[in-house]
């Protein structure tokens, strides 16, 4: 167990590392989150391989009550809050307020030159609005349908064959990067900084700034590079493959 400060250990939560044997117990706590489309289940694991990140669990009389990924990036000034959850039974007590004290405590302590706290919201309520600065707006668009019916439906849009479709569709056709054109467009010129908001790379609901250390993360990644021009671009996109998520009643 992680050591637990006095003033919370009064909450009669324990804190904990999360482990690979911890996922099933997670996954019950988890259930039905974000309408069935929770991304947790296939991150889980590669998060706990992830260099500089944490995931922290509150235990209550032994049981899984809450998770919280921190992920120190942005030469380490950085601490990017994810994965927050709490048991049903236990929303609306605190527990999700004590165990983001506990994180932000923890990580400080093992990174004390972590200055800003970024976080995801689905919903900005007024209270966010008045403690954290919006870095960006993202929609989501949401489409079902049966992964057999893909091609099919892809043809419907005219996208059978993609490589095709987006040469004859796009006049240059978007252009992919590699990683020493990625490094060069990103880092060591000022082209981007009119595409992406507040110079920051949003990858996955992640905002990086444009640091050698965050591009160092990202690169490690499989994500497909995207731009329009490299002489001038106007939009980039980084492209990642699909992904299973468990699906609820109301998808």
Request: net charge neutral; with cysteine; charged share 25%.
């Amino acid at each position: 167990m992680l050591q637990l400060p006095e003033a919370l250990s009064q909450a009669g939560l324990q804190f904990s590392g999360a482990t690979e044997e911890d996922f099933d117990e997670i996954m019950v706590m988890s259930q039905g989150l974000h309408g069935g489309l929770d991304y947790l289940p296939t991150r889980y694991m590669d998060w706990l391989q992830e260099t500089n990140r944490t995931v922290i669990l509150a235990r209550k009389q032994g049981k899984v009550i809450a998770l919280e990924s921190v992920f120190v990036i942005d030469d380490g000034e950085t601490m990017l809050l994810q994965g927050l959850r709490v048991a049903p039974q236990e929303r609306g007590k605190g527990v999700a307020g004590v165990l983001q004290r506990f994180c932000s405590d923890l990580v400080k302590s093992k990174f004390p030159d972590v200055k800003v706290t970024r976080l995801t919201r689905v919903q900005l309520l007024p209270k966010d609005s008045q403690k954290y600065r919006l870095i960006t707006k993202q929609g989501v668009l949401l489409v079902r349908f049966r992964a057999e019916e893909l091609k099919l439906r892809l043809s419907d849009l005219g996208l059978g064959d993609i490589q095709s479709s987006l040469s004859t569709s796009f006049k240059p056709p978007p252009v992919r990067l590699d990683n020493t054109a990625v490094r060069r467009l990103y880092l060591t010129s000022d082209r981007m900084l009119g595409v992406l908001p507040n110079a920051t790379i949003i990858q996955n609901w992640q905002p990086f700034k444009l640091l050698p250390s965050n591009m160092a993360i990202l690169l490690k990644k499989d994500i497909d590079w995207m731009v329009d021009d490299v002489a001038n671009p106007t939009v980039t996109s980084l492209c990642t493959f699909p992904f299973r998520v468990p699906i609820g009643d109301d998808w």
